[in-house]
């Protein structure tokens, strides 16, 4: 019980302590902050605020007793300071009525003078305004006499002075009354003036470049004319020179070109000699350059002269890739091609002489790039157009233009080696037209060629063929009687005069192209064999090809090659006579005229032996054995007796042709004959072939040995000819001869009597006897000699499958 008691004595303390400093914080603390505190009361022991309430009860009370002692206290003093300001406020009164008596009597006293002043004051300030106005009307007079003198400027169209006019009234004049308005709508308006002078001018500017586009053509036009006339008196000096006239230099005077000849008149650039001058025109006569340098000197002023020249530079630019943009059809006449170069000529005149009588607007590098970039375009569209271009003359024509063209440039000093490289393609192009121009010359000679010796009947029409053609021939010559034959046929000068006159069309192409005669010589020599290897070639290849030319033609053609060849050396001098090259230069290149005739000549022969074997064909077609037959007719077959004259009658008309030629065709007829006739005997579509038949083709083969040991063709030693048919009659002897036992036992022996006979041939010529053997002996294998001769054939054929599989294997 103690225990507890003492126990809530403690307790009570501590809720006192508690409190007490709860109450200390609630009297120093915010009291925003004192809901907190407040809320730990409750948050305590159970009725712990209601003790709480107590002790703040008694702490207000300790409060109170405090505030009434403090009151008690100040009260005396408080009541005394109260008494002390009754007493000063009727001194206060009494001052303040006699500050306001003072205050009014002063302002009375002081209001004449105040009037007497602001009077003074006024007429000061109207001297002061006055003396003003005049100092600032004597500063604005300049300034408007000055903007008046702009307006008559502007409306006289004086734009670079109206534009000084205005530099001086910004620098000098209005900044000394800037602060004026009607000068700030001065200051304002000059801008706008500046813009206006820019837009006129750059307008007069666009009307002079529209005028120059118009007039380019004429400019160029003028430009090459006058080139083209200084080319031609400069040839017509060095004709003199070289003939030892003596002529003084040309000289230039005030636009006038003169130069003086022996007889003392003038002569002009056009070579007419005239008493009077004639006056050379410029770009600067045709066209009104002065809108370029006012809008220059403008644009300069106005301090925007880099947008001038970026400006005329791009308009340039544009106008020159209008220029270089050629028509569709440009390559149909040679005027498209002079209308483009006057256009590109005039371009580029005008651009020279704005680099000169300009300083900076266009520069040389501006006009050097414009130049290369307006060369690679040329250069691609004449590369293009003269590809369309299939007639020499207009393809010459257009090189005369580019050399005009390119010397006008270059007297300009713009480089044109590119030009001169380009001429060189379109050398190439030119002489391309030529080749097919004369192609279909040759073509024409071709056809119209009878293929026969050309009759001479008087001394006269020989010397005209001779004079055409370089003809030597010691037996024609010995002959004195006329009329005579001339081995070529006709087409052989006239192609010899067609290849002069290529030369002499190639010729023209390489004069004015400041060539040296080396250079010259080459390209002659170069196009002439592209003539001849190429086109004349290819003729020659056609119409050796050519379904209706026959063996008389085509051995016509041999010896007309043969005449050719040997006419080659005279071209080579006719050029060296054209150039004045001499052949023995170490560069000079050589006619290929030689290989030419002799592959046309290779190709003839070729062709020849093609329709010599085709015509046996055709005789071979012919044959009608019935090769079941039991005995031969006792005579050849007709079809191979009328082969055998065609071949007669045919190497009778070689005997023009060299001896090889002919010696070769007839051994390829023969081999051809051979090999056909073998392949009758082998063909797999014949299944039974009869003694009788073999004899008949005996028979047959007989005669072509015979036919070959004639000698056809002089020249073939011994039986070389005959050799032809040795697989032939090998095969044959075997079969007619029945010697089977010797060609088993020599078979392999390099001195056998069947050395030519292959055991594959045998096997299958006797497998056709064999099946006819057994057709035709069905009642006879009772016969003891049949029956016998059948075993032989069997053993040989296992004989000979043995020799063919041991080939194989």
Avoid at 382 to 409: G, M, Q, W
Wanted: overall charge negative; charged content about 25%.
């Amino acid at each position: 019980m103690m225990y507890i008691t003492i126990m809530a004595e403690n307790e009570t303390l501590d809720c006192i302590t508690e409190h007490e400093r709860i109450l200390q914080e609630i009297e120093s603390t915010d009291t925003a902050c004192v809901g907190p505190t407040l809320r730990s009361i409750y948050d305590d022991q159970p009725n712990a605020h209601k003790r709480f309430m107590e002790k703040l009860d008694a702490r207000i009370r300790n409060h109170d007793r405090e505030i009434e002692k403090m009151c008690n206290f100040h009260h005396q003093g408080f009541v005394d300071a109260i008494t002390e300001l009754l007493k000063v406020r009727s001194d206060a009164e009494k001052l303040m009525g006699q500050v306001t008596d003072t205050n009014r009597r002063l302002q009375e006293a002081g209001s004449e003078v105040k009037a007497q002043t602001e009077e003074v004051i006024r007429c000061r300030i109207q001297q002061r305004n006055m003396a003003t106005t005049v100092e600032k009307l004597q500063l604005c007079i300049p300034v408007l006499e000055m903007y008046s003198k702009l307006k008559e400027q502007l409306e006289s169209k004086r734009y670079y002075a109206a534009l000084k006019t205005m530099e001086q009234l910004e620098k000098i004049y209005i900044p000394r009354v800037s602060h004026y308005r009607f000068c700030q709508i001065m200051a304002e308006n000059l801008p706008r003036l500046r813009e206006e002078i820019k837009e006129i001018s750059m307008s007069d500017l666009k009307d002079f470049l529209e005028s120059i586009r118009k007039h380019s053509d004429k400019v160029g036009e003028t430009a090459m004319r006058q080139a083209q006339q200084h080319r031609t008196f400069n040839s017509a000096v060095a004709k003199q020179a070289s003939v030892g006239h003596y002529t003084k230099p040309v000289y230039s005077l005030n636009g006038r070109t003169h130069t003086h000849i022996p007889n003392g008149l003038l002569m002009d650039d056009t070579g007419d000699e005239e008493e009077a001058d004639e006056e050379i025109l410029t770009a600067q006569d045709l066209v009104d350059f002065s809108p370029v340098y006012r809008c220059l000197h403008i644009y300069t002023v106005l301090g925007d002269r880099e947008t001038f020249e970026n400006y005329y530079r791009k308009q340039r630019k544009k106008q020159a890739r209008l220029v270089l943009q050629p028509q569709a059809n440009m390559h149909e006449t040679v005027e498209g091609y002079r209308r483009y170069f006057n256009q590109i000529v005039g371009f580029f005149v005008v651009e020279d002489h704005i680099l000169h009588a300009t300083r900076g607007l266009v520069t040389r590098a501006y006009t050097d790039e414009l130049w290369n970039m307006a060369l690679s375009k040329i250069i691609a569209v004449l590369r293009t157009h003269s590809s369309y271009c299939d007639d020499p003359d207009l393809v010459l024509e257009l090189k005369n233009l580019i050399v005009i063209f390119a010397d006008t440039l270059q007297g300009y000093g713009f480089p044109v080696n590119r030009l001169f490289d380009l001429l060189f393609e379109v050398r190439d192009q030119y002489n391309e037209t030529l080749l097919k121009k004369w192609a279909l010359v040759f073509r024409e000679i071709f056809e119209l060629d009878n293929y026969s010796p050309i009759p001479v009947e008087t001394e006269d029409e020989y010397k005209l063929v001779v004079s055409r053609f370089p003809f030597h021939d010691a037996e024609v010559e010995k002959q004195q009687d006329f009329p005579k034959k001339l081995p070529m046929s006709q087409s052989v000068p006239q192609i010899y005069s067609q290849v002069k006159e290529f030369i002499y069309a190639s010729l023209k192409f390489s004069e004015s192209l400041h060539r040296s005669s080396t250079e010259i010589d080459d390209m002659l020599r170069k196009s002439t064999n592209l003539l001849l290897t190429r086109t004349l070639s290819s003729c020659l290849q056609n119409l050796i090809k050519k379904p209706h030319i026959g063996l008389t033609e085509l051995v016509q053609i041999i010896i007309n090659t043969t005449h050719l060849e040997q006419a080659c050396r005279y071209l080579e001098e006719f050029i060296t006579n054209i150039t004045s090259v001499s052949p023995e230069t170490v560069h000079t290149t050589r006619l290929y005229g030689l290989s030419t005739f002799k592959d046309a000549r290779h190709a003839a022969e070729g062709e020849i032996y093609t329709k010599l074997n085709q015509k046996i064909d055709e005789f071979i077609q012919l044959a009608d054995y019935e090769w079941g037959m039991a005995e031969s007719d006792g005579r050849a077959s007709e079809y191979l007796m009328d082969l055998i004259n065609f071949l007669r009658s045919t190497f009778q008309v070689f005997t023009h042709l060299p001896g090889k030629v002919a010696q070769t065709a007839c051994m390829s007829a023969c081999k051809h004959l051979s090999t056909s006739l073998m392949q009758m005997l082998l063909d797999t579509e014949l299944k039974q072939i009869s003694m009788g038949a073999i004899q008949q083709f005996n028979l047959d083969v007989i005669q072509c040995e015979l036919f070959a040991s004639s000698e056809p063709v002089p020249g073939f030693q011994g039986d070389t000819l005959q050799l032809a048919f040795i697989d032939l009659r090998q095969l044959l002897d075997l079969f007619m001869v029945w010697d089977w036992s010797t060609y088993l036992a020599d078979y392999g022996q390099p001195n056998s009597k069947y050395l030519r006979v292959n055991p594959a041939t045998a096997l299958a010529l006797l497998e056709k006897m064999k099946d006819t053997s057994k057709k035709n002996n069905i009642f006879s294998q009772f016969r003891k000699n049949d029956r016998d001769k059948q075993k032989l054939i069997e053993t040989v054929v296992k004989q000979l499958r043995s020799l063919v599989n041991g080939m194989s294997s």
